[in-house]
């Protein structure tokens, strides 16, 4: 009897639940890698043939500009970073996660402006790309996590699955942005003192609303670290991160630092969108509603830490040198602990490195692993005293979950 023939790709997605138009998309943007990496997060199985799979249309548009290949792909919005492929502080771009609503645009900034507008505004001004060039910029190091991370634990570690894309730890980067202080703009338009609510509109799309917004109060807009940045990582700001022009709202969920920023709607009144009423809101019996909002409205992240490793780990018996990333919105990091035995017990990881005071730290430890399967948690705590959770209560959407992960290891 003949080798078995090896099946085909686009049988071995539509098993896992992929439909033939993402399967085509993704094809299309990072080819047979791309594909597998949606499906599983891990290597092509060995019985699995990419040669078979059938050509992507012509002239489709793939949804990100950068190299898919690096990333475990989240639907056709989102490319999810391999934090073991990080070594040090600041995240390449390259690695450094992307989550859209639509694409990836390519804006030309000469033919782009970005209009401040709103009943407390005494007229609309708008800002060409040169004009906000010229004014004084500030760079700053800052991690930036979108507020599903870690979402598919809900269901993997409580066993209650979340709607929406199922994050694992890879949502999350920390980079050196540079740009203008968003009070400077908002001083710039002359905002009045009765000013309550700032509303940033992006240029992709929103559906049912034209391009995609996040409401914050006027106090975190004059904050002097939120920004509108123009550069990351020393370079021009890339496409897939929203050039020419992104907010950056330092320790608050990523849907709010709006990619390819185009309005500014400032107003004497608490201002709504679908993404502080049902989006990006926790609903759930512990979270009351609030406002117009079904439940609470997701703001300020939560602390948390992840292994820089994959899921699942594979590693040989014997001495292990491991390390991973902890962040919290409310201070630098100030310990971070392990546990092998389902946190019956804790020892002190040693942080590396300085800490910037809106950065991320890098841990690491030492492991003495014996054959068999184990689970490895980590639990940081912050300068304000906070520490993940052992338990967070559920939310329908899976918004910032941030008990201790149980990621799995096998030694062999």
Not at 65 to 75: C, G, L, S, T, Y
Not at 150 to 176: I, K, P, S, Y
Not at 321 to 337: D, N, Q, W
Request: charged letters at 20%; glycine letters at 10%.
């Amino acid at each position: 009897m003949g080798a078995a023939q090896p099946r085909p790709l686009w049988e071995f997605a539509h098993e896992r639940g992929m439909s033939r138009r993402r399967f085509l998309w993704l094809l299309s943007a990072g080819g047979a890698s791309a594909v597998l990496a949606a499906c599983t997060g891990t290597r092509v199985p060995a019985d699995i043939s990419a040669s078979t799979a059938p050509a992507a249309p012509k002239g489709s548009a793939a949804p990100w500009f950068k190299d898919p290949a690096p990333f475990i792909v989240r639907d056709t919005s989102g490319l999810e970073a391999r934090l073991e492929n990080m070594d040090g502080l600041i995240t390449p771009e390259r690695f450094f996660f992307v989550r859209n609503n639509s694409v990836s645009l390519d804006v030309d900034a000469d033919d782009w402006s970005l209009a401040i507008t709103g009943d407390a505004v005494p007229s609309e001004i708008a800002l060409s790309y040169d004009d906000v060039l010229a004014m004084e910029s500030r760079t700053l190091e800052a991690y930036l996590e979108c507020a599903g991370n870690h979402r598919a634990m809900f269901d993997l570690v409580n066993g209650e699955a979340a709607e929406g894309t199922q994050w694992g730890t890879g949502a999350v980067g920390n980079a050196t942005w540079t740009g203008v202080p968003l009070a400077d703009v908002l001083g710039a338009a002359g905002i009045s003192d009765d000013a309550v609510s700032v509303m940033l509109v992006g240029m992709d799309i929103d559906s049912p609303e034209a391009g995609f917004r996040r409401v914050i109060p006027l106090a975190k807009a004059m904050d002097p670290d939120t920004l509108l940045v123009h550069g990351m990582n020393g370079a021009t700001l890339p496409r897939d991160h929203g050039y020419p022009l992104r907010a950056l709202v330092p320790g608050w969920v990523g849907s709010t630092s709006i990619k390819w920023l185009r309005r500014i709607v400032v107003s004497a009144d608490q201002q709504w969108a679908r993404n502080n009423t049902s989006s990006y809101v926790l609903i759930g019996d512990a979270y009351p509603p609030e406002g117009r909002a079904e439940g609470k409205v997701a703001t300020t992240q939560t602390i948390k830490s992840a292994l820089a490793l994959p899921w699942p780990a594979e590693l040989d018996a014997g001495e292990h040198h491991l390390g991973g990333y902890a962040h919290s919105p409310a201070g630098r990091i100030a310990a971070v602990e392990w546990s092998d035995d389902s946190g019956n017990s804790w020892r002190e990881a040693r942080l590396v490195g300085p800490q910037a005071r809106l950065g991320w730290t890098r841990f690491e430890f030492t492991w003495e692993a014996p054959a068999g399967s184990h689970t490895v948690m980590t639990r940081a705590t912050d300068s304000a005293g906070n520490t993940q959770p052992d338990q967070v209560p559920f939310n329908r959407k899976g918004y910032l979950f941030n008990q201790p992960v149980p990621h799995p290891i096998n030694i062999v």
